[in-house]
């Protein structure tokens, strides 16, 4: 049952298939596909490419990611690797500027920032 804050909205009472479609994630798949494709143009990069995406490390919000991850693959053939900002800090290489970023020996194309464009997101994080 739903929580007492939601009561019995319209949108509860809406006979099942009839909301509107949403295609906002198709266009920001479709947006990461055409930069994951225009990086590969200018960089040629000899392996695989991936979007990292960057997360607090308490995130709730899961369902829209997972969906972006799904769609990006089935859609677009491309693989997306999560990791927290904290992780990122800490687990990410680069050999120095102009080269390639480096996540667990996968080469990123797109870095999609859910994380770390706060100031406060980089409050007890070392080497930040």
């Known amino acids: 049952s739903l929580p007492k804050k939601h009561g019995n909205s319209a949108l509860v009472q ?4 009839s909301l509107p479609s949403n295609k906002g994630g198709d266009g920001i798949v479709d947006g990461m596909a055409a930069a994951v494709r225009a990086y590969k143009s200018m960089y040629n990069p000899s392996s695989e490419s991936y979007v990292l995406q960057l997360t607090l490390g308490n995130e709730n919000n899961i369902c829209d990611q997972g969906g972006l991850e799904h769609a ?3 859609r677009h053939g491309i693989k997306l690797i999560q990791r927290t900002f904290e992780e990122c800090v800490a687990q990410t290489a ?9 996540v667990d020996g996968c080469e990123i194309a797109l870095l999609y920032m859910r994380a770390g464009y706060d100031p406060d997101h980089y409050e007890g994080i070392d080497g930040a």
């Open 14 to 17: 809406r006979p099942q298939g």
């Open 72 to 74: 990006l693959l089935q």
């Open 94 to 102: 680069s050999s120095g500027p102009g080269d390639p970023l480096i």
